[in-house]
């Protein structure tokens, strides 16, 4: 895997991909769902996580005009520095409490980060003419994802074995590998931080997706986000796992093998936006995304191991139209403002179907749950299809 030669942005990108992959070392992920369990049952399990997403949710969209006001490099240490503290209230865990503020404090780091590494490398790259290079940029970012999950969770399953807090101690030291490494990043010359005169800035967000050439993508968009969510970020993944009879060192293992299927698909983007409209890509995803739950609901065990595949594929595809849509049709002034709007939609319904999942799991109906939330997602999705004629030949400009 090569660099892209980009002259001066040559840092930021490589700072990119260092910090993406040590942002997609979760150590923990094939664990946490069974650490947690050893302080408190999965209903409160659901709500803590709920809460946790509520918190960066409401911390979203201030984070975002934070920095577009103050700049995308004060946004991404200040969210690291967030990360770190968080992960050092999970290493010296012993009740559930101190989980609980680690969650918290790292679901505000993540609002920070989030958006703001991606409106720094689109509006460097935009400063130098560069733009068309950011669909390449994004897909070889999210294959370094997929390698650094790929390593991670293995690493942290088999190392939970002897140790149950070595997977956070190394999620710890990796989180402040990432704060020091960003004090590298240089800010781009072109970027226009938002005005402190500004009017109404937390609704800025909202303007720009809705009134600007996005606003066709939006629904498809928020399924797709808010169903990834509670599948990666939720309850939904370990569910699935423990029905198909995983523990955590195999779920661990499980999620490594994914996650090299997911590597070579996110190599086929820029190829498949050559060839297809973005917005039967995104519909394309989200329905991907939705029938992993559907399979994932399904009694039969083998279909339950490929739900686990469909979904990361279709995220494959799903994340780098996602990043490139909204970067392309937003302003550079509301650009951090705006991809943290969107984290807030996705995060709304997530906030929502975590706590059901949550009392499905309690009450031993998680697989209907998964079932009729897939299904209902898919006919949805199947009608804005027909709707909007999404897949219709067309070419993205």
């Known amino acids: 895997m090569h660099l892209p030669k980009i002259n001066s942005s040559n840092r930021n990108v490589a700072l990119y991909y260092l910090h993406i992959f040590l942002n997609s070392l979760w ?10 369990g050893k302080f408190a049952s999965y209903e409160t399990i659901g709500i803590v996580l709920s809460a946790s997403t509520l918190v ?13 006001r103050f700049g995308r490099k004060q ?79 293995a690493i942290g399953g088999l190392l939970y074995k002897y140790n149950i807090y070595f997977p956070y101690i190394l999620h710890c030291l990796a989180m402040l590998t990432a704060l020091i490494t960003s004090a590298w990043l240089i800010e781009p010359k072109m970027k226009t931080l938002l005005s402190n005169s500004a009017d109404n ?5 909202f303007k720009q997706l809705i009134h600007s050439g996005f606003r066709p993508f939006l629904l498809p968009t928020i399924v797709g986000g ?26 661990s293992i499980m999620i490594s093998v994914v996650a ?91 906030l929502i179907l975590n706590i059901l999942a949550g009392y499905a799991i309690a009450f031993g109906s998680i697989n209907q749950f998964h079932l009729t939330l897939g299904l ?9 299809a027909l709707k909007k004629q999404v897949f219709s030949p067309s070419t993205n400009s």
């Open 27 to 36: 150590f923990f992920e094939g664990v946490w769902y069974f650490f947690m």
């Open 56 to 68: 960066w949710i409401l911390a979203e969209i201030p984070s975002g005009v934070f920095a577009d």
């Open 75 to 153: 946004s991404i240490i200040v969210g690291n520095i967030l990360v770190v503290l968080g992960s050092i209230f999970y290493v010296t865990a012993h009740v559930y409490w101190f989980i609980a503020v680690g969650l918290l404090i790292s679901a505000v780091g993540r609002a920070f980060i989030s958006g703001s590494f991606e409106a720094l490398i689109y509006d460097d790259l935009l400063a130098q003419n560069a733009e068309s290079k950011y669909d390449k940029i994004v897909a070889r970012g999210l294959q370094l994802t997929i390698i650094a999950f790929a390593m991670g969770p």
């Open 201 to 205: 800035p937390n609704i800025a967000g």
């Open 226 to 251: 808010a169903l990834f969510g509670l599948y990666d970020w939720g309850l939904s993944k370990p569910a699935i796992a423990n029905h198909i009879g995983l523990n955590a060192t195999s779920f």
């Open 260 to 350: 090299v299927v997911a590597f070579f698909s996110a190599g086929l983007f820029p190829k498949l936006r050559k060839r297809f409209s973005d917005i039967s890509l995104l519909t394309a995803a989200a329905a991907i995304i939705a029938s992993g739950f559907i399979l994932g609901g399904l009694e039969t065990r083998l279909l339950g191991f490929l739900a686990l595949f469909i979904v990361d594929i279709g995220f494959t595809i799903f994340s780098p139209v996602t990043s490139v849509l909204v970067n392309k049709h937003v302003t550079s002034e509301y650009r951090a403002t705006s991809i943290s709007t969107l984290q807030f939609l996705f995060k709304i319904p997530f």
């Open 376 to 384: 209902v997602s898919v006919f949805g999705l199947f009608v804005f």
